[in-house]
């Protein structure tokens, strides 16, 4: 070979092996964040997790951040941009937030994909323009409505004896969906409309559903037999606290949530059976894992997630909860 040859050769494998090195550079340099709106519940624990791991399996960084108001978020934000993130998933405090989440991702050149509650526009319609991954959140509290009903039938229960505890939270769309569905399923099988009270609370955990929950149940007391439903398991288990400090036995309560994570565990987990019954199990860890990888490959791969993808539940009670966590990844 002459020395040209070998020169040329020579220049070839380095600028190849160069190429290589700056695609595996690039790769690793890829940061995205994970902005949850309660880092605290165990929901948005597992989330963020999942995420972590999934980007150490496929070389890139999350940054895992919270975002409980929309200042917080837009903090985030710009704390995630100082570090060289290309983009990031959310659970937004604020569904109508989303304008403005936005309009701070657009300024940086971010992409962003919402988790399992998605962005309204100022028109009240969800932004279409923005993957979204997440529950059917009807479809999702028909399944309680009918879990419900299922029990009470299992319990020789008369609905018209029965009083249905609702936990609200109508600011937000996802909750509303949620307690919407489950009200319809139960008055498809025949429970009273008359015996459902409403018990609006201002945030989305234990305390705050306790607070909402404690008057409806002091002012029914002619009622010995109490269904609970919310948004997620937190709220019923605020509820299902309720009626014990009211001295309702287990026996005359059935309480069904949303999510699946450590709060409902620990309820399973006790010695003594509560009022919890059970709850709609959906995988936070696959919905952390699939926000992640989706953003992942929309970055360095140009492949942009579908406009929405809904995920579905199983029910999980205390006598199948260690196999449904099995199943799901929980």
Known sequence: MSMNAFTRLALGVGLALGTIGSAQAAEEDTRIGFIVKKPEQA?????????????????????????????????????LNSQGAQGFVICPPDVRLGPAIMNRANQYGMKVITVDDRFVGSDGEPMEAVPHLGMSGYKIGQQVGEALAAEMEARGWDPQEVAALRITNNE??????????ATDALLEWGFPEANVFDAPQQN??????????????????????????ALNEESVLG??????????????????GINGSGAAFAEFSRSNPTGFHGTVAVSSTQHGRQTAESLYRWISEGEEPPANTETSGTLMTRDNWQDVRAELGL
């Open 172 to 181: 937000l769309p996802t909750a509303k969906e949620r307690t919407d569905g």
């Open 239 to 256: 509820g299902v606290r309720a009626t014990e400090q009211y001295g309702l036995s287990a026996e005359d309560v059935i309480g069904v």
């Open 204 to 229: 989305t955990d234990t305390s705050s559903a306790f607070s909402a929950a404690s008057p409806v149940i002091s002012q029914r007391g002619d009622f010995e037999h109490w269904i609970i439903y």
């Open 43 to 79: 929901w948005f624990i597992n989330e963020q997790e999942a995420a972590t791991q999934v980007g150490e399996e496929q070389g890139f960084r999350v940054v895992r951040l919270g975002g409980e108001d929309g200042q917080e978020v837009l903090s985030a934000i710009d704390n």
